[in-house]
Nanobody, 115 residues
Framework: QVQLVESGGGLVQPGGSLRLSCAAS????????MRWYRQAPGKERELVAS?????LYGDSVKGRFTISRDNAKNTVFLQMNTLKPEDTAVYFC???????????WGQGTQVTVSS
């Protein structure tokens, strides 16, 4: 059974930092492309960062966010620095397995950036 469990969200002031974690199980983690998406109220879900053979970032987070993974612990991280109110959203962990074209999603974790 595939599980993606996000943690680390919360309320932070503008300019602050948060580190999200996503613990994965039930699939070959090292073979997966791991991604973070976010969705703000009234907006479409957008890709924040992706890590696989290459690492990619959305334009709005480049230079502020860093995605990383620990294959030994089946965990992917998102370090978020210099947070802005427009970063407020529910952040979702996603695993994509190219071999069978499967996509898996976590339940999401809320990040709120506000003074």
């Amino acid at each position: 059974q595939v599980q993606l469990v996000e943690s680390g969200g919360g309320l932070v002031q503008p300019g602050g930092s948060l580190r999200l974690s996503c613990a994965a199980s039930g699939f070959p983690f090292s073979n997966a492309v791991m991604r973070w998406y976010r969705q703000a109220p009234g907006k479409e879900r957008e890709l924040v960062a992706s890590i696989g053979a290459i690492t990619l970032y959305g334009d709005s987070v480049k230079g502020r966010f860093t995605i990383s993974r620990d294959n030994a612990k089946n965990t992917v991280f998102l370090q978020m620095n210099t947070l802005k109110p427009e970063d407020t959203a529910v952040y979702f962990c996603n695993a994509y397995l190219p071999r069978n074209n499967n996509n898996y999603w976590g339940q999401g974790t809320q990040v709120t950036v506000s003074s």
